[in-house]
């Protein structure tokens, strides 16, 4: 029989993480553990998001119906994941429940992930985008010098409607030329007025827009359907593609999906999604919550199916307790070896 525990995860961080719809100087994350008698163990990482209705303590009261419901009977991935198609607990649960197992499973079998899940390994090296969150424009200059943002391939660019333009012209300004991912967080609810809000963007010296990120709600199908022939830059679904999408509407509102474990549910839904994307003719990308370096190494399992990764969120906790991942040089090299954290 299994042993399965789970405990939060304090995580302080380097500095206030402000987003179009919130803001916060600190993450509570939960860390999963399976193991057996034998000493072979597990580990995954869940990042409760506000925007999915997701908690510690709701994540901490499913995982007990979980134990409750049979979890320390699963005797292989097929009866995980039919206990968790059963029981639907949050994404980011079921993603720190798959990815303990498949790790423990990796492990007992001598396995690397990739070979596991059937996928391509990760590059040794894998270049990463760093975030700029929502701050005063005069506070920018400091925050690229103190985080060395000079050292990454790309720039993403938290935005909103009030500071949008004016901290893409002080990015612009200060790393002229830079490639920049721009991500709206939902932030417009009017195609109209966000295409003006592009054509400001478009005016402003030495900035070099690649693409942009959800800046629409989610249900605004059809305002997307309507922007897409009209956007400048390739646009990223993030928000409108949780754990299912039909991709064939999809690909008519976005160029790019961009993939996070944490709202896909695990590594195997994860994966299709990624597969069904490419399908449809949609470029790919892997991107993460705030989340300590066992998330972001799990994160890098799938990379191989991925064009462009966003795989800061370790860089952003203020002390980061696992060590799995290292970042030089804006690349992120993960342990050959899966985790082992006991």
């Known amino acids: 029989m299994l042993h399965w525990s789970i405990r939060p995860l304090e995580l302080p961080l380097r500095f206030t993480w402000k987003i179009s ?10 860390l999963v553990r399976v193991g ?24 901490l009261t499913e995982f007990e119906a979980l134990q409750q419901a049979g979890l320390a009977q699963v005797q292989d ?14 994404h980011a649960l079921r993603f720190a429940l798959e990815s303990a197992y498949v790790h423990y499973l990796a492990q007992r079998r001598g396995q690397s992930v990739p070979q596991l899940l059937g996928v391509p390994a990760p590059l040794p090296a894998v270049g990463t985008a760093f975030t700029l969150p929502i701050m005063a424009p005069g506070e920018v200059a400091g925050f690229i010098e103190r985080h060395g943002l000079a050292r990454f391939p790309l720039l993403k660019v938290k935005v909103n409607q009030e500071l949008g333009v004016d901290l893409l012209a002080e990015v612009a300004r200060l790393l002229p030329g830079r490639p920049v991912l721009v ?8 195609a109209d007025a966000l295409l003006g809000f592009m054509e400001q963007v ?20 059809a305002d997307y359907r309507y922007l897409r022939p009209r956007s400048p830059w390739p ?6 593609v949780t754990d299912a999408a039909d991709f064939h509407d999809i690909a008519r509102q976005f160029h790019v999906l961009n993939m996070k474990l944490m709202k896909a549910g695990g590594y195997l839904n994860g994966i299709r999604l990624l597969n069904e994307a490419r399908a449809h003719g949609l470029r790919t990308m892997v991107g993460c919550m705030v989340e300590t370096s066992l998330g972001i190494w799990s994160a890098l399992q799938v ?40």
């Not at 991935?77 to 039919?82: I, V």
């Not at 478009?202 to 199908?221: D, F, Y």
């Not at 646009?235 to 409108?240: F, G, K, P, T, V």
């Open 303 to 342: 990379s191989g199916l991925c064009e462009i990764c966003d795989l800061d969120g370790l860089l952003i906790v203020r002390d980061e307790p696992f060590g799995v991942v290292h970042e030089e040089g804006g690349r992120l090299m993960p342990q050959p070896q899966v985790p082992v954290l006991d």
């Open 36 to 59: 057996d008698a034998g000493g072979t163990s597990g580990w995954g990482e869940a990042a409760p998001n506000v925007r999915y209705g997701e908690s510690p303590a709701g994540l």
């Open 21 to 30: 719809r919130n803001a916060s100087d600190a993450k509570t994350n939960l």
């Open 235 to 240: 646009l990223i679904a993030d928000e409108s």
């Open 183 to 190: 991500d709206g967080n939902e932030a417009w609810t009017d």
């Open 202 to 221: 478009q005016q402003l010296p030495g900035l070099s827009v690649q693409l942009l990120e959800q800046p629409l709600p989610a249900a605004c199908a």
């Open 77 to 90: 991935l097929t009866d995980l994941t039919a206990l968790l198609e059963a029981r639907q607990p949050a």
